[in-house]
């Protein structure tokens, strides 16, 4: 363990949120996968749940899960069509974005799907003294995320979180 990451309880509550206005349990695929690499990393699943993309929804959805969540991760609804408004929502509701989060996903996107990487609204930041990431729905970019950027972070980025926290 680094010494960034000696304040960060070793297991994290994750709560999982997929943002959809037509997914349900059995076609969530992009849910199931970030469930598994919670699953597979030994974090803990504190709820999982699929919801509207509608701004006020998801804002209740987060604000419901401050307390007993470390990590939010709310996968659908950063793209540019009308629907697509987990920008919005998740947007106002940052202390502090971390701008480097959607750079790095973009960059890495780019290097799977070339220009389209550019219709992606990923976002992260802290609220609440939770860390939250929003990124698209595909399974190919939670996976991207899960893996290049989410999980080699997350107990680094709660630590640095709380570590002033008396």
Request: one cysteine or more; charged letters at 20%; hydrophobic letters at 40%.
């Amino acid at each position: 363990m680094s010494t960034h990451e000696s304040g960060a309880p070793a297991k994290l509550r994750f709560a999982l949120i997929t943002v959809s206005d037509t997914r349900t349990k059995v076609t969530d695929k992009s849910g199931a996968c970030m469930a598994r690499f919670i699953q597979e990393s030994g974090h803990i699943i504190a709820s999982q749940c699929i919801i509207p993309d509608e701004p006020d929804i998801i804002q209740e959805t987060i604000h419901a899960r401050s307390g007993y969540t470390d990590v939010i991760c709310l996968s659908g609804g950063t793209g540019i069509s009308h629907r697509d408004q987990t920008f919005e929502a998740v947007n106002p509701l940052l202390d502090k974005r971390l701008p480097g989060f959607g750079e790095l996903f973009r960059l890495l996107s780019w290097e799977q799907v070339g220009s389209r990487a550019m219709l992606s609204r990923a976002i992260a930041g802290t609220c609440a003294g939770m860390v939250i990431f929003a990124v698209p729905g595909s399974p190919k970019a939670v996976e991207l995320a899960m893996e290049k950027l989410i999980l080699p972070e997350a107990r680094h980025l709660v630590a640095e979180l709380h570590r002033d926290i008396v």
